[in-house]
């Protein structure tokens, strides 16, 4: 089980962390690039962009279009025989190579590959932290074996509709549109896991049954390392919670000795 320390800096958005994201081009989606690059900011800085594959195959050929554009490093890795995947051992190797150096602190893993487990797992015993990306269809073992797993359905950019005069409807979109637009639209049906997440309030509750909002959420995280509230519609899990009155008490707190409000919440 990580430190509290540890699990404070996964949840604390750390800009100076520094991370080194390896991505598998046979298991990942160019079309989520940008939204994935903008999540990773939120958690330090991408040191080492790197993707791994044959950028000879037409597979890889949305790749190319991108990798300029983000400073992405292509590895170049042929396919010597049919049915091996000489890219995963490739990414693995360099993923080694990188860790010895001791110069991050975190890894960002794009892939939908559970034979990347091993890797995540051995990351985290040298007390590296562990960032996943990938689609719902990732294994278990995969997404469970990093400190925290990131859906990349929910990084897709969202097309802008455009109303009858030509205008982007969030152009002339009124003051309850825009509000709902502030929260995340659901790109795939995720079921909201209720008994989990009334389960964690009550674990990071104290006597009260109060919990503070950064406390509850990186219970979360510890417990599911996938859970994130955009899978079910919302933007933060503070929207989350606000949302649910069937579910949620909130209240908005200014601790003794600060002048920042703080969002506590309790079951309902």
Not at 14 to 43: H, T, Y
Not at 69 to 88: E, H, L, M, R, S
Not at 172 to 178: F, S
Request: charged share 25%; aromatic share 10%.
């Amino acid at each position: 089980m990580e430190s509290p320390r540890l699990s404070a800096r996964i949840e604390s958005e750390d800009p100076s962390m520094r991370l080194a994201v390896l991505i598998d081009a046979d298991n990942a989606q160019a079309a989520v690039i940008e939204g994935l690059l903008a999540e990773v900011a939120r958690f330090g800085e991408a040191t080492v962009k790197r993707i791994y594959g044959d950028f000879t195959s037409s597979h890889s050929s949305s790749w190319k279009k991108v990798l300029q554009k983000y400073a992405i490093k292509p590895v170049q890795q042929f396919a010597y025989t049919t049915g091996k995947n000489a890219t995963d051992s490739t990414l693995i190797i360099d993923a080694m190579d990188l860790l010895y150096t001791r110069k991050f602190d975190g890894f960002c893993l794009v892939t939908s590959d559970s034979d990347f487990t091993g890797l995540a797992m051995r990351l985290r015993e040298e007390g590296i932290i562990v960032f996943g990306f990938g689609e719902q269809k990732t294994p278990d073992a995969f997404k469970n074996s990093c400190h925290k797993f990131i859906f990349t359905e929910v990084l897709r950019p969202t097309p802008q509709k455009r109303s009858a005069s030509g205008a982007r409807t969030s152009d002339v979109a009124n003051g309850a549109l825009a509000k709902a637009k502030s929260q995340a639209t659901p790109k795939t049906k995720v079921k909201f896991p209720k008994q989990f997440v009334l389960d964690a309030l009550e674990q990071s509750s104290d006597e009260n049954g109060w919990a503070q909002l950064g406390t509850f959420g990186s219970y979360l995280t510890k417990l599911k390392s996938d859970f994130d509230s955009r899978n079910y519609g919302f933007k933060k899990l503070s929207d989350l919670v606000k949302a649910k009155t069937d579910l949620f008490v909130v209240e908005e707190r200014i601790p003794q000795g600060s002048n920042n409000k703080q969002l506590y919440v309790r079951a309902k």
